[in-house]
Every structure is written in structure tokens, then in C-alpha cells.
């Protein structure tokens, strides 16, 4: 994005289509990835993306006019959607086969294979936290801001699930070989 | 204990201090392991990153944040006429409904048109005879802000005054007639 987040933010406010564009083409993929790993559900994964932003739209003048704050923000709504819709509507079609996420023709398949089905081992708020730590690549502070946790719970809740996740892997190996 | 150093290894690697971190996984064959684990982690967890959306994604978004908008302006006007007819129902229908109403009030309205006429008559001369007081209220009303208002009083008190002395001088004759009337009573006695 190579204009300044404050004169697009301008423009989301006035609702302008340029501004909104922008924002989509910017964080759609994101947003995508975020509810398709917390997911697994391709087509929950699209509704969860247009939903997000249309309650972004809606709630552009609650954010401040920074660019991280309104990543926080876009994260949080996308999060609160993924609970709510998700965690209480375990209905979902769940693909069990992910080779719309790990191509079979790539070289690392079989490590990317296991380190998915790994986070998908996982706690709900585990996985949620190696979700936006390690695939989106939030700073500790942000997560601690978008899960309303404090820091230090975060940094250690990390670690641990690292360390499970690496015992997992090795689990599901041992199981393979 | 293990858990401890897996942790300060952890963190030596968040902090890319590697030299360090694998110094401290030498101490212990698990904690190479683990390690060499964490390393490859971090290199495969930023290729389950997601960075393509299904086609037409994008414009599927774009054209719900802006068709929505215009669809709740235009739905306030459909709100309104559902309001005032018939919940529920669709723009289309409701305006049909309005229309055949209409219709009808016309057919059933018709077979009225003679008590209508006479009717009109009635409101009619109740209206004449209104305007016609309101003709005469309005000539008063001149008379109070006519400019030469002074002039007319005038003339009518010199009338007034004229009228009276007219009075008085009959009054003195039938006084004198009163005093002269034995005379007339000796002149023809009963």
C-alpha cells in the first residue's frame, strides 16, 4: 500500500470505493487465511471474509485512524465471528483433506502436512494464538490487545504451545513411521 | 527442569540469538532435538500463510459493502409503505394492493354522484353566505383604517348637530302652541 494509511482512512470514512478497494485487496487474503486455518472450511472461510469487512464498514468511525489499530480491529471482528459462528456451530463441513492448503506437488509437503494437522491438535485457544503469533505474524502486544489478555500470559502461553505442538508433531510421526 | 531450558531456548530464538539457543541445546540430546524442531517450525509456518482468495472474492466483498448501502436507502422508502399497508410483504405486491384499493373506492364512489350534486349545492351556498359576511366584516374594517376616517365623523356630528337644532325648534313651537292653547280653547267652547 503505498499511500499513506491516514489519507485511505480518510476515504473510509466518506465511504469512497477507491479507499475500500484498496483495503480489500490488502487484507481480504488475510482475513481469508485467518478463518480458513481457524476453520478448515473453505466456504466458512469466504462468508466469515465478506462478513468481516461488511462489519468493518459499518463500524470504520468506531477505529482510530492508524494503521495498526485497524489491523487489531479487522482481527478482532474476524475473531469474535470465527467464535461466534464457528465454536458454537460445529456443523460446519470441515474439508479433512487440506490440498487446497498444502499442495501435494510441493517439495515439503509431508512437513507442511504434519505441522497443519498438528495446530489442528490443538486447543481452540491454542491454536487460536499460533494462529495470529506464527502464520499472521502479529507482535506479542497486538495479540494481547485483540485476545484482551496481558502480555506476559501470552509470551508464556506461547511457549507452551510450541512446545506442545513440537510433541504432537512427533506423536503423529512416530504414528506415520 | 527441561521445560525450563525449552523455554529459555524459545526465547533465544524469538530474540535470534541461535548461537546461544543451540549452545544451550547441546547441554542435552532431547533439547538438540527440540531445537532443531523449533527451527523448522518457524521455517514451515510461514508457508501455511494463505496469500491467495478464492476467485472473485474480492469483488464479492466490494459489491456487498456498496449494493447494501444502497439498499437500506431505498429500503426505508419500502419500510414506510410496508409500515402503513401490509407487513411482510414485498415492494411489488404492496404497491398492486394500493392500486386495486383505489379501483375500488372509485367503483363503490360512483353510484353516489346524485347525492354528491346536491351535496355540492349545500356546500355552496353555505359558502355565499359566508363570503358574504366576511364582505361586510371587510367593509367595517375599511371604514376603521380609512385616512379620512376624521372628515366623515365630521360631517356626520355637523349632520347630527344639524338634526338636533331642527329638533329643538319644533320643540319651542309646540311649547308656544301648549301656552296659546286656552286661547284657542276660549275661542271654541265645548
Not at chain 1, 66 to 74: A, G, W
Request: proline letters at 2%; one cysteine or more; aromatic letters at 12%.
Amino acid at each position: 500500500m503505498n499511500m499513506e494509511f491516514n489519507k485511505i482512512y480518510e476515504g473510509l470514512e466518506r465511504n469512497e470505493k477507491w479507499a475500500w478497494e484498496m483495503i480489500v485487496e490488502q487484507y481480504s487474503s488475510r482475513i481469508y487465511s485467518y478463518t480458513l486455518n481457524f476453520s478448515g472450511s473453505r466456504q466458512f472461510a469466504e462468508e466469515a471474509t465478506q462478513e468481516v469487512f461488511f462489519r468493518m464498514f459499518k463500524s470504520i468511525n468506531k477505529v482510530k485512524g492508524n494503521k495498526n489499530d485497524f489491523e487489531k480491529y479487522l482481527y478482532t471482528i474476524a475473531r469474535n465471528y470465527c467464535i461466534d459462528n464457528y465454536r458454537k456451530n460445529k456443523n460446519i463441513n470441515i474439508i479433512e483433506d487440506k490440498d487446497y492448503l498444502i499442495p501435494k506437488w510441493d517439495p515439503d509437503f509431508s512437513t507442511k502436512d504434519l505441522v497443519w494437522k498438528g495446530i489442528n491438535r490443538l486447543d481452540e485457544d491454542e491454536k487460536e494464538l499460533i494462529i495470529l503469533r506464527e502464520i499472521e505474524g502479529f507482535s506479542y502486544d497486538e495479540i494481547a490487545e485483540i485476545l484482551s489478555i496481558p502480555i506476559g500470559t501470552v509470551k508464556s502461553r506461547i511457549s507452551r504451545v510450541r512446545i506442545k505442538l513440537a510433541e504432537i508433531i512427533k506423536s503423529l510421526q512416530g504414528r506415520k513411521q | 527442569m527441561k521445560k525450563n531450558l525449552k523455554i529459555k531456548i524459545l526465547e533465544l530464538i524469538e530474540e535470534k540469538k541461535f548461537k546461544e539457543a543451540e549452545k544451550l541445546a547441546e547441554k542435552d540430546g532431547s533439547l538438540k532435538e527440540f531445537y532443531k524442531e523449533q527451527l523448522l517450525l518457524n521455517e514451515t509456518f510461514g508457508a501455511l500463510r494463505i496469500r491467495k482468495v478464492p476467485e472473485n472474492l474480492n469483488k464479492k466483498i466490494m459489491e456487498r459493502l456498496f449494493s447494501e448501502e444502497e439498499a437500506e436507502k431505498e429500503s426505508i422508502l419500502e419500510s414506510i409503505i410496508s409500515f402503513l399497508t401490509f407487513p411482510r410483504l414485498s415492494l411489488s405486491t404492496t404497491l398492486s394492493i394500493i392500486l386495486i384499493l383505489i379501483g375500488f373506492l372509485f367503483y363503490s364512489v360512483k353510484p353516489l354522484s346524485a347525492n354528491f350534486s346536491y351535496y355540492t349545492y349545500k356546500a355552496k351556498s353555505k359558502l355565499e353566505f359566508y363570503l358574504e359576511k366576511i364582505d361586510s366584516a371587510k367593509d367595517l374594517f375599511v371604514f376603521m383604517f380609512d385616512t379620512k376616517k376624521e372628515e366623515v365623523i365630521k360631517d356626520l356630528i355637523n349632520k347630527e348637530n344639524k338634526k338636533n337644532k331642527e329638533d329643538k325648534k319644533w320643540e319651542i313651537k309646540t311649547e308656544k302652541n301648549h301656552q296659546q292653547q286656552p286661547y284657542f280653547s276660549h275661542s271654541f267652547p265645548a
